[in-house]
Every structure is written in C-alpha cells, then in structure tokens.
C-alpha cells in the first residue's frame, strides 16, 4: 500500500489513452461559472444541452486533459491548473477526453483537490485497488455501475511526486 499525496496541482501522463487516436476530444463549451480552478486529472461532463462543462450534467464523465501551458522554466507540471482568474471574462474551456476501457494513464490527481503549494495529504491505494469518479470530479475509492478504473501499479509522476497507473476496466 502506498499513500498517494502531492504538491501543487493534479498531473497526467497518458500512457494509452484512446481518446488521442479516436479523436473523442471535446473542447467547445465553457466550464461552468462556479468552478474556480481545474486541474489536469479531474473528471466533469460535456453537458451540451446546457452548453456548459460540469459535474451535474447528463452523460458520462471524460478526462480533464488541458495543454500545459508553463510560461516559466522554474515551473513544473505540478504547477498547472485552469484557474478562472487567468481567462479572459473568466471563461475557461476544457478539453475533455473520452474514456473507454481498457484505456491506461499514469496520475496523481485522486481524492480531492489541492491549492499551489500546499500539499495534499492523499489517500492510500495498492495494485487492484477499484476507484470511481467522486462528487468534486476526483477519483476516489469505491467501484460505479458507470465508469470504474483499477490501480494497475504504484508508480511515480514524472517530477517524483507519488502516483498510480490506473486502467479502465468499466
């Protein structure tokens, strides 16, 4: 067993992500007003009937996976997150990726979110360990009759920081 902790914000590391070849990547509608920042990692929904990116729409959650944008040599990945502040009128838009199983990427970015700088305590994960997509868009523990990922290995993001490689199964 291994604890899962970070600092800055979630990262990823696509290993076999269908989503880069299937083209499933969605990235025309805003985020919803009241979120303030998105990190790389988390999960919403393409709700366009209501033409917003959210956690309450209809459908099936898809991957946060923006282009890093580091405009300082000193950052790192851990340094990146869509924060509101940062767009102009404050609308940020997403790029979401479509999951499918058997899909395999690499990240840091479960339980719950984190602030730059702080460190996120995390949770404790081993190999076979079920995670499910929770109610703030963080995987976290426990299976869905929806979407459920599996730990296939304890590993390491690319800075060091502690992490899992997780796969689709449902």
């Not at 790029?95 to 970015?109: A, H, Q, S």
Request: proline share 3%; glycine share 10%; with cysteine.
């Amino acid at each position: 067993m291994a604890k899962i902790s970070r600092v800055g914000f979630g990262q990823v590391e696509p290993n076999h992500l269908s989503a880069q070849g299937n083209r499933q990547i969605y990235a025309q509608l805003p985020l919803d007003s009241e979120i303030e920042t998105l990190e790389n990692g988390q999960f919403m929904k393409y709700d366009y009937a209501n033409g917003k990116v959210d956690l309450d729409g209809e459908g099936e959650f898809m991957l946060v996976y923006n282009e890093v944008k580091l405009y300082d040599s000193r950052d790192s990945y851990k340094d990146f997150a869509m924060n509101k502040k940062d767009y102009v009128n404050g609308e940020i838009y997403p790029r979401l990726f479509k999951t499918n199983i058997g899909d395999i990427y690499t990240t840091n970015c479960l339980g719950a979110a984190n602030t730059k700088g702080a460190e996120y305590e995390g949770i404790e994960l081993k190999v076979g360990d079920k995670l499910k997509v929770g109610n703030e868009g963080y995987l976290v523990a426990g299976e869905d009759n929806k979407m459920t990922w599996q730990v296939v290995k304890v590993y390491n993001m690319p800075d060091g920081q502690p992490a899992v490689k997780i796969q689709r199964i449902k």
